[in-house]
């Protein structure tokens, strides 16, 4: 019996209802293990980020209250009581705590009177490329420091030079120390220059711009900055 059109259409599609039935079944059979396999793998990855991410929150918390009973038997001038916690702190997965701890430890040793010391655990910082550069710039700053007395001046020009420019956040430290190099290296010109420099940025620690104002004005150069001329006007 000839099938009508419509009766046609719906045994065409019953058809091919069946034959992507069979496919999908075909396909399963052959590659449902797989699939199963992956998507397992996928969920287990998925709940292992979740884990890390939630560890490291917990951790990072737990790092913060160490950091801050570090601080409080600092102030509390009980030394010994920091050299444990420091050296986990130290060796953490977070940058931040990594970095802070190693600072406090050469903080340590500067108020031990550890210049060497000291020096030496900035310069390891300095030179740490898993921190970021802030971190490594401040380092290389207060290694400078620690050494400062025992460095030639142009070591400390080179050193610093690339810090010792007004768009570096740490403009004033690093220019002051260049600075006071210059003077020491007989070139007055380029140390008032600088000193001027120092005085006249506005987000240079006020007290270091103080000093640049009175250096520059005894190497000839009227550094007096506009506020501090109103000041003394007021007076």
């Given at each position: 019996m000839a099938l009508t059109p419509q009766n046609n259409e719906v045994f065409m599609r019953e058809v091919d209802e069946e034959l992507r039935r069979d496919q999908l079944m075909g396909?399963?059979?052959?590659?449902?293990?797989?699939?199963?396999?992956?998507?397992?793998?996928?969920?287990?990855?998925?709940?292992?980020?979740?884990?890390?991410?939630?560890?490291?929150?917990?951790?990072?918390?737990?790092?913060?209250?160490?950091?801050?009973k570090v601080l409080e038997d600092l102030a509390a001038d009980r030394t010994d009581a920091v050299k444990a916690p420091l050296?986990?702190?130290?060796?953490?997965?977070?940058?931040?705590?990594?970095?802070?701890?190693r600072f406090v430890e050469g903080d340590v040793l500067l108020k031990n009177d550890d210049l060497k010391g000291a020096a030496a655990k900035f310069a390891g910082i300095a030179a740490d490329t898993s921190l970021a550069r802030p971190y490594r710039d401040l380092?290389?700053?207060?290694?400078?420091?620690?050494?400062?007395?025992?460095?030639?001046?142009?070591?400390?020009?080179?050193?610093?030079?690339g810090l010792a420019v007004k768009d570096s956040a740490w403009f004033g430290s690093a220019g002051e120390m260049v600075a006071v190099a210059y003077v020491r290296m007989n070139r007055p010109a380029d140390a008032g220059k600088l000193f001027g420099e120092i005085a006249g940025t506005e987000n240079v620690p006020e007290t270091i711009r103080q000093r640049a104002v009175q250096m520059a004005g005894l190497l000839g150069v009227d550094?007096?900055?506009?506020?501090?001329?109103?000041?003394?006007?007021?007076?």
């Open positions: 396909f399963w059979t052959r590659y449902g293990r797989i699939v199963a396999v992956v998507v397992v793998l996928a969920l287990v990855a998925l709940g292992g980020w979740f884990y890390w991410q939630h560890r490291q929150n917990v951790q990072a918390g737990e790092q913060g209250v160490a950091y801050d050296a986990e702190l130290a060796a953490s997965d977070v940058e931040g705590y990594r970095a802070m701890a380092a290389l700053i207060r290694q400078t420091a620690a050494e400062y007395d025992t460095l030639p001046p142009a070591q400390v020009v080179d050193r610093l030079k550094a007096v900055t506009e506020p501090a001329q109103e000041k003394k006007k007021a007076e």
